[in-house]
């Protein structure tokens, strides 16, 4: 369970909200969180049960909110219910990288430390603004915008065409 780049910390919290959409869960067993860890840089060994599922589903609602409204105290809350003081750590002959979690931390208490630490990092550079859910009214996935001048409505170029096309044939209508 380690820290590595602010972009991937992003990603992390981005993606684990995105894992209950509107699209079916995808987070359905043990075996598909092992999967999730390891698509984001997790390393061998990763062994994961039903409680840690369920805890980490419910890590994911508490994620939620840092993308709406009152998002600093959502992620203010989280930071204080998971994470330490940063500490630097090499086990298991990786290369050193930070740790916000306890050492003996679970999976879904370190997935909480850490996107609360990656979201709250990415905001201070890039601010609340940064952060936005799909304006799709058939979507609910969230997503970060680093980009300056770019302001983002949309998860995906997808979403805004569906959107467009959809105001088109109404009008048209």
Not at 83 to 101: E, I, M, N, Q
Not at 143 to 155: I, L
Request: charged fraction near 25%; charge should be negative; proline fraction near 6%.
């Amino acid at each position: 369970m380690e820290i590595q780049s602010p972009d991937r910390l992003i990603r992390l919290a981005v993606d684990l909200v995105n894992t209950r959409t509107r699209d079916p869960e995808q987070l359905t067993s043990p075996a598909a969180l092992r999967s999730f860890l390891l698509e984001h840089g997790e390393s061998e060994p990763i062994e994961v049960t039903e409680e840690d599922l369920i805890a980490v589903r419910a890590v994911r609602e508490q994620v939620r909110p840092v993308f709406h409204d009152g998002g600093a105290e959502a992620i203010n809350g989280l930071l204080a219910e998971y994470a330490v003081r940063p500490y630097l750590s090499d086990h298991d002959g990786s290369p050193w990288h930070l740790h916000v979690a306890e050492p003996d931390a679970s999976w879904a208490e370190w997935l909480a430390a850490t996107t609360a630490l990656g979201v709250a990092t990415f905001v201070a550079g890039h601010g609340f603004e940064a952060l936005g859910v799909c304006a799709a009214v058939d979507c609910e996935r969230v997503f970060a915008n680093p980009a300056e001048r770019r302001p983002r409505r949309f998860c995906t170029p997808k979403c805004s065409s569906r959107t467009r096309v959809a105001a088109y044939r109404a009008r048209r209508g």
